[in-house]
């Protein structure tokens, strides 16, 4: 049997293809949503002959009682989470400065993008040590791993810095338990093209990377999918940039 799959926030973005990509290997998958419901119905419909295989939970990544009633609920259906992608990652569109933040926006970010993977990782790490398997997936940016400054983005990317070094601690602490942990750093893929497959490009939608076209959903995927099989199991607290060469964070715009 395949290993249950859990990723949070799935049912649109980045998320969806993921989601799709674990689906089509044939994995019993667990998707979160926050309030979008018409997405996940949408999902489910566009889905249909997965729905076996499919479970849709409701939730805020920002509440540990909700992460917890989420994972609960996954169990139930397809018992325990052997792969846990952490997908969710609230972002603050506007771009303000440190000091224009406010307090609830501060913590918004720190605990949907930092929090939340301690709190998905406490509720799943008891079973992945019992099975002797578990593959943990999380989400940074480029050159995370530096903690650079990222102006006008200073509480997402402080978070997700946060997040490198998380990571890697469970990487070292897990790692004779046959769990391993990494992090996926997504390029700039944005609109139509976080649901796109590689077949179904279309220039005008998302600007081309230096690697001669715009990134999708599916390149996320495959890197996540890369670190959540059974054979990588050598690989663990490492940071990979799915970029296609292009600089995200230091890019003028």
């Known amino acids: 049997m395949n290993p249950h799959v859990f990723i949070s926030a799935g049912t649109k973005g980045l998320g969806r293809q993921?989601?799709?990509?674990f689906l089509k290997q044939g994995h019993f998958v667990t998707v979160s949503y926050f309030k979008d419901e018409k997405a996940g119905q949408a999902m489910k419909k566009e889905l249909d002959q997965y729905q076996q295989s499919l479970h849709l939970v409701q939730g805020d990544v920002t509440i540990k009682e909700d992460?917890?009633?989420?994972?609960?609920?996954?169990?139930?259906?397809?018992?325990?989470?052997s792969i846990l992608v952490c997908n969710a990652g609230p972002y603050i569109f506007e771009r303000k400065k440190l000091a224009d933040y406010e307090s609830t926006e501060w913590n918004a970010m720190v605990q949907g993008n930092?929090?939340?993977?301690?709190?998905?990782?406490?509720?799943?790490?008891?079973?992945?040590?019992?099975?002797?398997?578990?593959?943990?997936?999380?989400?940074?940016?480029?050159?995370a791993s530096n903690a650079p400054g990222w102006m006008d983005r200073s509480a997402f990317a402080a978070a997700k810095t946060g997040l490198v070094s998380l990571t890697r601690t469970i990487a070292q602490e897990e790692a004779a338990s046959g769990i391993t942990a990494n992090m996926v750093c997504?390029?700039?893929?944005?609109?139509?093209?976080?649901?796109?497959?590689?077949?179904?490009?279309?220039?005008?939608?998302?600007?081309?990377?230096?690697?001669?076209?715009?990134?999708?959903?599916?390149?996320?995927?495959?890197a996540v999918a890369f670190?959540?099989?059974?054979?990588?199991?050598?690989?663990?607290g490492a940071i990979m940039e799915v970029t296609g060469g292009q600089n995200v964070v230091h890019r003028k715009v």
């Open 18 to 21: 993921v989601a799709e990509y």
């Open 67 to 81: 992460i917890d009633r989420m994972i609960a609920s996954s169990k139930e259906r397809f018992g325990p989470v």
């Open 114 to 143: 930092l929090s939340s993977v301690f709190h998905f990782f406490k509720a799943c790490v008891a079973d992945m040590r019992k099975a002797k398997f578990g593959r943990i997936i999380t989400y940074g940016f480029q050159d």
């Open 186 to 222: 997504p390029g700039d893929i944005s609109g139509k093209m976080k649901e796109a497959t590689i077949e179904e490009i279309d220039e005008n939608l998302g600007e081309p990377a230096p690697v001669g076209r715009p990134g999708t959903g599916e390149d996320i995927a495959r």
């Open 227 to 236: 670190f959540a099989d059974a054979s990588s199991d050598f690989i663990t």
